[in-house]
């Protein structure tokens, strides 16, 4: 079973940064991970998705702030957010076990529980 535990999220200011982590409990067969975040009232987004073999996506709005990675291991993720608005407010949870960078929630297998990030002004 794998497990997938969130970090890092916490509120801050707009115009703040913040590094989100992602750990996993195996590595195997967890090419494609990615980030998604669910705002109060709305559907779970995709934000950024990535493979082991270096191929990114990120959602429209987040490039250029936000930056994927992910350890050779593939048994951990991050994501590093600068320059934070109020719209990035929500639950970012993260989720393993795709088999290509997609901004797709049901394109994933595993989820983590998510951490809140609230972005104030």
């Known amino acids: 079973q794998v497990q997938l535990v969130e970090s890092g999220g916490s509120s801050v200011q707009a115009g703040d940064s913040l590094k989100l982590s992602c750990s996993s409990t195996?590595?195997?067969?967890?090419?494609?991970m990615g980030w998604f975040r669910q705002a109060a009232g709305k559907a779970r987004e995709g934000i950024a998705a990535i493979c082991l073999d270096g191929t990114r996506v990120y959602a429209e709005g987040t490039e250029g702030r936000f930056t994927i990675s992910q350890a050779s291991t593939g048994m951990a993720l991050y994501l590093q957010m600068n320059n934070l608005n109020i719209m990035d407010t929500g639950l970012y949870s993260c989720?393993?076990?795709?088999?290509?960078?997609?901004?797709?929630?049901?394109?994933?297998?595993?989820w983590g529980q998510g951490t809140q990030v609230t972005v104030s002004s």
């Open positions: 989720a393993a076990g795709g088999v290509r960078a997609s901004l797709a929630p049901h394109e994933y297998k595993y």
């Open positions: 195996i590595a195997s067969n967890l090419a494609c």
